[in-house]
């Protein structure tokens, strides 16, 4: 694993597609700082298709199409994709979604609130359609890394899917991720076949791990460290700095590559 500002020239000169996840990726303590929010624009005005690819909710995602300066937007860790066509809201669906897991999920939900104390629904679930996420980060009581771990444990026992972020465990049934709609994506939407030689992905935690792996123009931000010793497949590179300004400072560097070979 390089640091990001040895990321070679010759590779950002093909790039047209970043994507990126949310939560401590392009924020910083919940928040979207100023610095992250204005390298969105930059990218957006230097030509590229930018592309948030987030555990977040599709009432997120609805509001990230519409207001922020990105081409499309990957939710629910992989459930589905929202894109503006002349002006119009598109939605894909992931083909293995199933669309009819809530008792299931109920199930599932009541078993992480009665067995790991602390843990609690994320607010962020009214706005959810096709998944869970059981809160240990977001919000008090931080519960740490190993109950996510235990969380995650006891959600795969109902024959779940179950990812950690940085903040939840999200859960959901179908074998579906982020990895699999983003190819999708380009499938459908894009008509693109040259992924990884036009893409660069930045993550922050396991449940990128998918993402690391497949993209080999792949870059994490500094906070990745605690778990780089759990993932099977690492980030290509690493931004010096965490969070915001990691996401930040990288995607100068990026602009400032492709105006150098300009």
Not at 168 to 190: C, P, R, T
Not at 239 to 246: D, I, L, T
């Amino acid at each position: 694993m390089k640091l990001f500002k040895e990321f070679p020239k010759d590779k950002a000169r093909k790039l047209e597609y970043i994507l990126h996840d949310i939560d401590d990726t392009i924020t910083e303590n919940g928040k979207l700082l100023p610095n992250a929010f204005q390298a969105l624009w930059d990218l957006h005005r230097d030509g590229f298709k930018v592309i948030p690819v987030t555990g977040r909710p599709a009432g997120w995602c609805d509001l990230i199409i519409r207001q922020w300066p990105v081409d499309a937007v990957i939710g629910e860790n992989g459930a589905f994709c929202f894109y503006l066509r002349n002006g119009r809201l598109q939605k894909l669906v992931h083909s293995h979604v199933c669309e009819n897991a809530k008792e299931q999920l109920k199930q599932i939900q009541d078993a992480c609130l009665r067995e790991v104390q602390g843990c609690r629904v994320s607010k962020d679930q009214f706005s959810r359609m096709y998944d869970l996420a059981i809160d240990f980060n977001e919000e008090e009581p931080r519960l740490g890394f190993e109950t996510a771990y235990r969380i995650q444990s006891l959600c795969e026992s109902f024959g779940a899917e179950a990812k950690v972020s940085s903040i939840h465990v999200n859960v959901w049934f179908g074998k579906y991720d982020k990895l699999s709609m983003a190819q999708i994506m380009f499938e459908q939407i894009y008509e693109e076949k040259r992924i990884k030689e036009k893409s660069l992905f930045f993550g922050d935690s396991p449940n990128d791990e998918p993402m690391f792996g497949f993209f080999p123009n792949s870059c994490a931000v500094a906070n990745i460290k605690p778990f780089l010793d759990k993932l099977n497949h690492k980030p290509a590179y690493m931004a010096e700095k965490e969070s915001a300004c990691g996401f930040s400072e990288s995607a100068g560097r990026l602009l400032s590559l492709r105006r150098a070979s300009a």
